[in-house]
């Protein structure tokens, strides 16, 4: 079974790049979901199968995967992009769903 | 519209049993390829996926919690239950219900959510 690690927090400038990481063994194997939570809300999916932005979804999200690591990046990060990301994953050998713990992104 | 609204006590005492209702709107829990899950949330704290059931009726749960809970579907009333048993101050959170995406190509993201109901566990 994965363990999906995520940083705690990170902190961009405003109009910068931001990276958040989801960590596990071989993970470059499965497809990996990115959610965006504000606070008081639901989770909103912001990538789907580790690279695919749904409609509504600004172009500045983007996704990617290789080896050990699914990284979400935010291009050029706006004041409204600040909220928790966690990242997903669904393990088809058991069938569950598994998060990461999630990332507090500061935009500074 | 499409909507998934979640109901259930705000406040459960230890070793009560709660019970949580799913209620599906423009969809029906019926339809071939739809797959339900209720997530918790403790306050501040990780997503924690708990349970699901297809619409064909089989079930899945988490391992950690699988003596404790359970999932059913009321086909008439379009409705999802979930059902935690011996609750302790720990399963205190906000617990959601999801929609796993049926799309070919998606592979099962989350994309309908309920709002979510909080749930305190107190004496």
């Known amino acids: 079974s994965y363990k999906l690690t995520q940083p705690l927090s990170v902190s961009v400038a405003l109009g910068q790049t931001a990276t958040i990481t989801c960590g596990a063994d071989n993970i470059g194997n499965e497809d990996v979901h990115w959610y965006q939570q504000k606070p008081g809300q639901a989770p909103v999916v912001v990538i789907y199968?580790?690279?695919n932005r749904p409609s509504g979804i600004p172009e500045r999200f983007s996704g990617s995967i290789s080896g050990n690591t699914a990284t979400l990046t935010i291009g050029g990060a706006q004041g409204s992009d600040e909220s928790v990301y966690f990242c997903q994953l669904w393990d088809r050998s058991s069938k569950h769903i598994l998060f990461g713990g999630g990332t507090t992104l500061t935009v500074l | 519209q499409v909507t998934f609204k979640e109901s259930g006590p705000a406040l459960v005492k230890p070793t009560q049993t709660l019970t949580l209702t799913c209620t599906l709107s423009?969809?029906?829990?019926?339809?071939?390829?739809?797959?339900v899950t209720w997530i918790r949330q403790p306050p501040g704290k990780a997503l924690e996926w708990l349970a699901r059931?297809?619409?064909?009726?089989?079930?899945f749960y988490t391992t950690s919690l699988r003596t404790r809970l359970a999932i059913s579907k009321d086909t008439s009333r379009n409705q999802v239950v979930l059902t935690m048993t011996n609750m302790d101050p720990m399963d205190t959170g906000t617990y959601y219900c999801?929609?796993?995406?049926?799309?070919?190509?998606?592979?099962?993201?989350?994309?309908?959510w309920g709002q979510g109901t909080m749930v305190s566990v107190s004496s």
């Open positions: 999801a929609r796993m995406n049926p799309q070919p190509g998606r592979l099962f993201d989350l994309d309908i």
């Open positions: 199968r580790n690279t």
């Open positions: 059931i297809d619409w064909d009726d089989e079930e």
């Open positions: 423009g969809l029906s829990v019926s339809t071939s390829g739809m797959r």
